[in-house]
């Protein structure tokens, strides 16, 4: 999925510190640079210029995830969502001057609870809303109003238009609207978690990640975790279809949890991170599959958490949110790398 980091980053939790970074080479991965320092940082996606990304991060005076801006080597950072609930999911509008993210601001002005860790691991539906914001954090606005999950969004190519996730009628399904809000469209129809939807470069396809219950007793489970606005994520997997919504297919049958997919920038493969080589867990690597879901690749080897792969848009950097070289438990930091192909 594109998951959203408040999504994710529970699962850190599995996870302790002192990460090593990986000790098997990863050939695809030159000059990586860690740029952030300390706490929980993810889901950084870069500027159209490739100069800036946006992330989300916990740091200062803020207990959970609020949207900054800072330029790829880690300077510059600055807060532009207003300091209250929690956001994830920031983009650049064309010409960079403008942003959207979801935020449950309008509902809480502290950080919304977290599931009961007795139940296993699940993701909260927070009541996440889409806004704008000026780069510079002034004139934040509301673009949607469905005061339920609303997130997951990316910018298509031509900027007119945004792909999301929203729980607004009834089930977690993926929709697309154009950039002002209007002419919403549900893409969707499947019993079960669709989301983390992502752009082909050529604005043709849409990549998305999905746990669609196959009998009644999941499908009964998974609508009563959805009453409470929770999800239990374990078994996700990659799908492929039309901007249009057709031609729906599944890409990958790993098992286990396959997300944040990702094109490369020529279009022809995906990159997404995937646990499942270890199901239960918190080791999730980087990997590279064909657009048919031919030519599975391991990319990363760190023996922890990599996620949330995204290229510039020249397609000659990596940037992803990774535990290696952690110093603290649950500290997640985003990294750069030259792309070698």
Known sequence: MRL???LVLPALALLGAGGR????PEPHLANIRQITHGGENA???FSHDGKWLTLQSTRGAHPCDQQYVMRIDG???RRISNGWGKTTCGWFFPGDKKIFFASSSAHDTLCPPKPDPSKGYLWPLDRYDIYTVNRDG???KRLTRYDVYTAEGVMSPDGRKIVFTSLKD???EIYTMNSDGTNVKRLTNT???DGGAWWSPDGKRIVYRANHPTDSTELKNYRGLLAQRLVRPSKVELFVMNADGSDQHQITHLGGANFGPSWTPDGKRIIFSSNYKEPRSGNFDLFLVNADGSGLEQVTFDPTFDGFPAFSPDGKKLVWASNRLA???HETNVFIADWGK
């Not at 970074?21 to 098997?24: E, Q, V």
């Open 4 to 6: 959203n980091a408040s």
């Open 21 to 24: 970074g990986a000790l098997t």
């Open 43 to 45: 889901e950084a996606y």
């Open 75 to 77: 300077t510059d950072a």
């Open 138 to 140: 002034s004139h934040l």
């Open 170 to 172: 009834g089930d977690l």
């Open 191 to 193: 019993p079960g978690y």
């Open 327 to 329: 110093k603290n438990p």
